[in-house]
């Protein structure tokens, strides 16, 4: 079959040249400088971002790291979560989240998400807390914060904490509240190809608790309580001078740029709702669309020929997470939504530089090939 977008220019998934073109000039400046004041570690660039992601978030503190990943893992060993404990995670997300509950010693229990969203909902954690439970990672995957107002009833009753994985939501916001504002403390990446992405690895945490961001100081730091005493067991993971100083750059483009996103999710959902199942949008909740997920019947096939007609798509996830051997060892019970999704969801382009031909173009494509 000869699809309509055959003789078109390929549409990129995530188009990061493009992103960074009209900052070229300022990201030169800053690379500059860092080499000029040979700020690699610390300094007054980390401060800066530090400051600036924390009032962004809505938070009173902010800790750079190294990545998302270790984030998770950082506020979890703070809180003192370990052996014996159990933390609640979603099973459909990236594997990260379950990863550093594993990490830290504690066993991750999966629960299914709602049909419609693909988040973590109230009624699932309910289900699922024991006396043994400590933590709920809520993951507002996608760009869309999960239903905070209930999770949260439901969390403060069983008195749990509630940890937000952002790594997807930067900018996104709840009843006016902005992702990070609303669990003991949340975790960002800025993986590249993130909302706001940095020019390698990185990653934050954000949290209104002094005490809980001292801890966290100290064990992305070597455990020191000064520098010449160390009286945690940490590890290294910094946020580096130049990736600070390029987020902070990119942060006073961030809210034009999720913005786009939102009209271009706008233009995919006028051309695709009625042939096409998208995720729903919660009440209250202002997505950043980091993904652009649609669910197909035989999504194989419709990859393939959105692949021939030079149009890259991605998968988000292809596997439920509690579905990995690496989670193999622990209790598992069928989670039909998350396992149903899995093999249906498939991830459109979308990025700020998306065009409206683009668009037009995926769309056409999705309803040919369907």
């Given at each position: 079959?000869?699809?309509?977008?055959?003789?078109?220019?390929p549409v990129a998934f995530l188009d990061l040249a493009a992103l960074h073109a009209p900052l070229r000039s300022r990201l030169d400046v800053v690379w500059e400088q860092t080499m000029a004041d040979s700020a690699f570690i610390g300094g007054p660039a980390i401060t800066a971002f530090e400051q600036r992601w924390a009032q962004y978030c809505g938070t009173d503190h902010c800790i750079g790291?190294?990545?998302?990943?270790?984030?998770?893992?950082?506020?979890?060993?703070?809180?003192?979560?370990?052996?014996?404990?159990?933390?609640?995670?979603?099973?459909?997300?990236?594997?990260?989240?379950?990863?550093?509950?594993?990490?830290?010693?504690?066993?991750?229990?999966?629960?299914?998400?709602?049909?419609?969203?693909?988040?973590?909902?109230?009624?699932?954690?309910?289900?699922?807390?024991?006396?043994?439970?400590?933590?709920?990672?809520?993951?507002?995957?996608?760009?869309?914060?999960?239903?905070?107002?209930?999770?949260?009833?439901?969390?403060?009753?069983?008195?749990?904490?509630?940890?937000?994985?952002?790594?997807?939501?930067?900018?996104?916001?709840?009843?006016?509240?902005?992702?990070?504002?609303?669990?003991?403390?949340?975790?960002?990446?800025?993986?590249?190809?993130?909302?706001?992405?940095?020019?390698?690895?990185?990653?934050?945490?954000?949290?209104?608790?002094?005490?809980?961001?001292?801890?966290?100081?100290?064990?992305?730091?070597?455990?020191?309580?000064?520098?010449?005493?160390?009286?945690?067991?940490?590890?290294?993971?910094?946020?580096?001078?130049?990736?600070?100083?390029?987020?902070?750059?990119?942060?006073?483009h961030l809210d034009a740029w999720n913005n786009r996103r939102r009209n271009a999710h706008a233009l995919y959902i006028d051309r695709l709702t009625t042939s096409v199942e998208t995720l729903t949008t919660l009440p209250d909740s202002r997505p950043v669309h980091h993904l652009e997920v649609i669910r197909v019947d035989d999504r194989d096939r419709v990859r393939d020929g959105l692949a021939?007609?030079?149009?890259?798509?991605?998968?988000?996830?292809?596997?439920?997470?509690?579905?990995?051997?690496?989670?193999?060892?622990?209790?598992?019970?069928?989670?039909?939504?998350?396992?149903?999704?899995?093999?249906?969801?498939?991830?459109?382009?979308?990025?700020?530089?998306?065009?409206?031909?683009?668009?037009?173009?995926?769309?056409?494509?999705?309803?040919?090939?369907?």
């Amino acid at each position: 079959m000869t699809l309509i977008s055959s003789h078109t220019k390929p549409v990129a998934f995530l188009d990061l040249a493009a992103l960074h073109a009209p900052l070229r000039s300022r990201l030169d400046v800053v690379w500059e400088q860092t080499m000029a004041d040979s700020a690699f570690i610390g300094g007054p660039a980390i401060t800066a971002f530090e400051q600036r992601w924390a009032q962004y978030c809505g938070t009173d503190h902010c800790i750079g790291v190294a990545n998302g990943t270790d984030a998770l893992e950082l506020v979890l060993a703070a809180l003192g979560i370990g052996p014996g404990d159990e933390v609640l995670v979603p099973a459909n997300t990236f594997v990260a989240t379950a990863e550093a509950v594993v990490t830290v010693g504690a066993t991750p229990v999966f629960v299914d998400v709602d049909p419609g969203s693909l988040l973590i909902t109230a009624r699932e954690i309910a289900a699922a807390i024991t006396p043994q439970t400590r933590a709920v990672m809520v993951v507002h995957l996608y760009g869309q914060i999960a239903e905070m107002d209930n999770i949260k009833a439901v969390t403060d009753a069983a008195g749990i904490h509630v940890v937000e994985d952002a790594a997807q939501a930067h900018g996104a916001t709840y009843k006016g509240r902005r992702a990070g504002s609303f669990g003991v403390a949340a975790t960002f990446s800025f993986y590249p190809g993130k909302n706001l992405g940095a020019l390698g690895d990185g990653g934050a945490i954000v949290t209104d608790d002094p005490a809980l961001t001292e801890e966290i100081r100290s064990l992305s730091n070597h455990g020191r309580g000064h520098h010449l005493l160390h009286t945690h067991r940490g590890r290294n993971s910094r946020l580096d001078g130049l990736q600070a100083a390029a987020l902070d750059v990119k942060l006073d483009h961030l809210d034009a740029w999720n913005n786009r996103r939102r009209n271009a999710h706008a233009l995919y959902i006028d051309r695709l709702t009625t042939s096409v199942e998208t995720l729903t949008t919660l009440p209250d909740s202002r997505p950043v669309h980091h993904l652009e997920v649609i669910r197909v019947d035989d999504r194989d096939r419709v990859r393939d020929g959105l692949a021939e007609a030079g149009i890259q798509t991605g998968i988000h996830y292809a596997m439920p997470c509690h579905k990995h051997p690496a989670f193999a060892e622990f209790d598992l019970r069928p989670l039909p939504v998350a396992e149903s999704a899995a093999t249906r969801q498939l991830s459109l382009p979308m990025h700020p530089t998306l065009t409206t031909d683009e668009i037009n173009t995926v769309a056409d494509t999705v309803l040919e090939l369907l």
